[in-house]
């Protein structure tokens, strides 16, 4: 039966079968153990950086692949296909590399992103706080300027890889009374003066990446890691998770697909009133609506980064869009599946369970989808012409 | 110090998708993938954790038919450089004796070689001669079965931990010579993006029996003193039985067929 052609490239189709053979060989053999252990994927990650995956946003100038946002849809897609919370802890690693890519000066992009794309160094990205979740402006992480050096003060929270990361890309204020454009982008390395990290999380779900703390006290880093212009820190921020976000959109459709196989296969095994569970029209019909909800899903992702990689400006609508809604569709596709396995589904001896404890996240890290349908409100709202169809 | 390390590789039906046809008593072709001989893949792998550790090139060569091609491209995904394959309609039906005289014939080919790696057997075939037999036609001392690989002075000499059935030899040699290893040797690796796209592009060298100046009576059915005369499938004929009632009666009626046969 003919399944949905996204006519991808031979090129693209590579990058799909080496990132799924990664997932089906190295991560789905040790995600239970990495659950349970809430061990970090190191092995894992050798792995991606020798099959070039972490440099494939990156432009070939800089060692990298030169691919787009829906490559980087692609390969998140066929790991989280795997485990999301391996995938997140690579994704992550783009969300801190894509400041440098995006804002930073001709010697930061040489110093980093070579050593980003082969894998040597790894990164993290740093804006929530305790205070400032989904009101990023709230933050209270100081940077102020003292003679050749910057001076970091304050803690950001909850951060993805924080710990393990070799380089961090974080915002901090540094013009109080200016609100939002009093914001400012800096690049702090393991290792500064005065830079340690907080308390390694213990998290329902995501367990094999690591959430920690960055603490900054009198942390001091040279002048010249300022990422961007003074001022900037939000728009890098926003202009980052606008590029990212159609990425935790495709972690979404892997997680979500791979919830609806572990559900088919059992429906077509389970034996109840003398049948496979799957001949009742119940089961058919939860079954159709994953299925559906899926490509729906990785349909709407495909489109959106294909658009951002054709050049589009103003993505924040639709990149939310592609978060926002095969997230909300992995949750319900994980909890079904859940649901379909029955008892099974809520033991630990099927995979069901950690995948429906993992989906959760989606909802809420890079923007929770309350925020995100706050951002596709606020544009429809904006937008001054009502565009046919 | 650099070396210029060959490895022998062999394409197969993959053994998941693999069928026999018991009356014919052959494999079933159609619609069976081939890949990379299981254990040419730790070859590989030791061939290329070689040239990390010392530099130098890797070259894989294979004997078989035009479609062999693809398997050597996979090695060069895999980050070997060059990929060769000797092939010609005339090699058709080599047993171990020709295909060790034409691997021989390819490798001279090649120029300087250092240290040549084959995989201890390959599943089809299953002989497990042509690594040693190779060596023999190339002159090279040869050190099967190793299972441990350390490389002293820079290259000039290395130590081999070698199999045998009642216990290991330590063997140390120097360059040039042929090892042959066994599976879980390594953990073979994956290739790698930029891999695959250079292996798209690569060029394959093929050489047929008049590039190699083969000596036609020394290959093929003719250069071959052995011959399959006939392969036979693996028949299952063991007695059959199939319990029936509760859960509870087929579990006692297994305990009383297993006591019966004296199993248990």
């Known amino acids: ?389 | 110090m650099p070396l210029n390390i060959v490895v022998c590789i062999k394409q197969v039906p993959d053994a998941r998708t693999v069928r026999f046809d018991a009356e014919k008593g052959t494999i079933i072709r159609e619609g069976v993938d081939a890949v990379i001989n299981p254990v040419d893949l730790n070859a590989l792998e030791a061939g290329l954790s070689l040239k990390d550790a010392l530099g130098g090139e890797v070259t894989a060569i294979s004997m078989g038919p035009p479609q062999a091609v693809e398997a050597l491209r996979e090695t060069i995904a895999m980050g070997v450089d060059k990929g060769v394959l000797l092939s010609d309609r005339s090699f058709a039906g080599s047993d171990t004796l020709a295909t060790t005289y034409i691997l021989a014939k390819g490798i001279e080919m090649l120029g300087r070689f250092d240290v040549v790696i084959c995989g201890k057997q390959s599943m089809d075939g299953d002989t497990a001669q042509v690594g040693p037999g190779l060596a023999v036609r190339l002159g090279l001392p040869s050190v099967a079965y190793v299972k441990e690989i350390t490389v002293l002075n820079d290259g000039g000499l290395f130590r081999f931990r070698r199999e045998t059935d009642s216990g290991y030899d330590v063997v140390e040699v120097e360059p040039p010579f042929l090892v042959t290893v066994p599976p879980l040797l390594n953990t073979p690796r994956l290739p790698s993006l930029k891999g695959k796209m250079r292996a798209k592009k690569a060029d394959i060298t093929i050489y047929n029996a008049n590039d190699i100046k083969a000596d036609l009576k020394k290959i093929g059915f003719e250069g071959s003193p052995t011959r399959v005369v006939s392969t036979a499938v693996h028949a299952f004929n063991a007695r059959k039985e199939m319990l029936s009632g509760t859960v509870e009666e087929q579990v006692r009626a297994l305990i009383g067929r297993l006591k019966e046969a004296g199993l248990l």
Not at chain 1, 296 to 319: C, E, M, N, P, Q
Request: glycine residues 10%.
């Open chain 1, 1 to 389: 039966m003919a399944h949905v052609d996204y006519l991808l490239t031979e090129e693209q189709q590579m990058i799909v079968d080496l990132a799924l053979r990664i997932s089906k060989e190295k991560i789905i053999p040790v995600r239970a153990e990495l659950d349970e252990k809430e061990e970090f994927p190191w092995d894992i990650m050798k792995e991606l950086a020798k099959a070039d995956l972490f440099g494939l946003y990156i432009p070939e100038e800089y060692g990298g692949l030169g691919k787009g946002c829906f490559e980087m849809c692609l390969a998140l897609e066929a790991l989280a296909y795997g485990c999301i919370a391996v995938t997140t802890t690579y994704a992550a690693s783009a969300l801190g590399g894509y400041p440098i890519l995006l804002y930073g000066s001709e010697e930061q992009k040489r110093l980093y992103l070579p050593d980003i794309a082969s894998g040597r160094r790894f990164t993290a990205f740093g804006l929530t706080e305790a205070n400032a979740g989904s009101d990023a402006a709230a933050i209270q992480t100081t940077a102020v300027e003292d003679g050749d050096s910057w001076v970091i003060n304050g803690a950001k929270q909850w951060i993805t890889s924080g710990g393990e990361a070799d380089v961090y890309t974080i915002v901090a204020l540094t013009d109080r009374n200016k609100g939002a454009r009093g914001a400012t982008a800096f690049i702090v390395e393991k290792g500064d003066p005065g830079f340690g990290f907080g308390k390694k999380e213990r998290k329902m779900g995501l367990r094999a990446s690591s959430t920690r703390e960055l603490i900054f006290n009198d942390c001091r880093i040279p002048k010249e890691r300022i990422l961007g212009r003074r001022g900037q820190g939000f728009i890098i921020a926003m202009k980052t998770l606008d590029l990212a976000r159609p990425g935790i959109g495709a972690i979404g459709v892997g997680l979500a697909h791979a919830a609806f196989n572990e559900a088919t296969r059992y429906a077509k095994e389970r034996i109840q009133f003398g049948q496979p569970i799957i001949s009742f029209q119940i089961i058919q019909h939860m079954l159709a609506d994953m299925a559906t909800q899926i490509e729906a899903s990785r349909a709407l992702v495909y489109a959106v980064a294909r658009t951002i990689d054709a050049g589009a400006k103003d993505f924040a609508k639709v990149s939310a869009m592609a978060k926002l809604f095969p997230t909300d569709a992995a949750m319900k596709i994980t909890t079904d599946a859940v649901q379909i396995l029955g008892g099974y589904g809520y033991m630990k001896d099927y995979p069901v369970e950690k995948m429906m404890r993992d989906a959760k996240v989606l909802q809420i890290y890079e923007g929770t989808n309350q925020i995100l349908r706050n951002i596709i409100g606020q544009a429809i709202n904006k937008e001054q012409i009502i565009k046919d169809c």
